[in-house]
Nanobody, 127 residues
Framework: QVQLVESGGGLVQAGGSLRLSCAAS????????MGWFRQAPGKEREFVASIIWSGGSTAYADSVKGRFTISRDNAKNTVYLQMNSLKPEDTAVYYC????????????????????WGQGTQVTVSS
């Protein structure tokens, strides 16, 4: 089991930037993929981005491609989500998640691939 703690959320104006961090513990961090999901009020949780164990391959939702960047530092057991050019529709609770360990070469896209979740951090983008 992996324990995940997100940080870095907050209130920002449209066009601004935020960087989310997720610190992991409990399993060898460099052995599994990581992902970010988000859930807006009244909507289902949706995929945002993911990255394989080495950081060598990433995937993004179309809605954030070109604006968000996922990265990881295996020495610090931390995954990041750099969010630029934020829009009001990016407002949501953002969750980081740890893959179950089966996604070796390709970044997972489905929530079912992830076995551990953080508690979430609120991101609010004002217009």
């Amino acid at each position: 089991q992996v324990q995940l703690v997100e940080s870095g959320g907050g209130l920002v104006q449209a066009g601004g930037s935020l960087r989310l961090s997720c610190a992991a513990s409990g399993r060898t961090f460099g052995s599994y993929a990581m992902g970010w999901f988000r859930q807006a009020p009244g909507k289902e949780r949706e995929f945002v981005a993911s990255i394989i164990w080495s950081g060598g391959s990433t995937a993004y939702a179309d809605s954030v491609k070109g604006r968000f960047t996922i990265s990881r530092d295996n020495a610090k057991n931390t995954v990041y989500l750099q969010m630029n050019s934020l829009k009001p529709e990016d407002t949501a609770v953002y969750y980081c998640a740890a893959d179950r360990g089966y996604s070796i070469h390709y970044p997972p896209l489905s929530a079912s691939a992830f076995g551990s979740w953080g508690q979430g951090t609120q991101v609010t983008v004002s217009s």
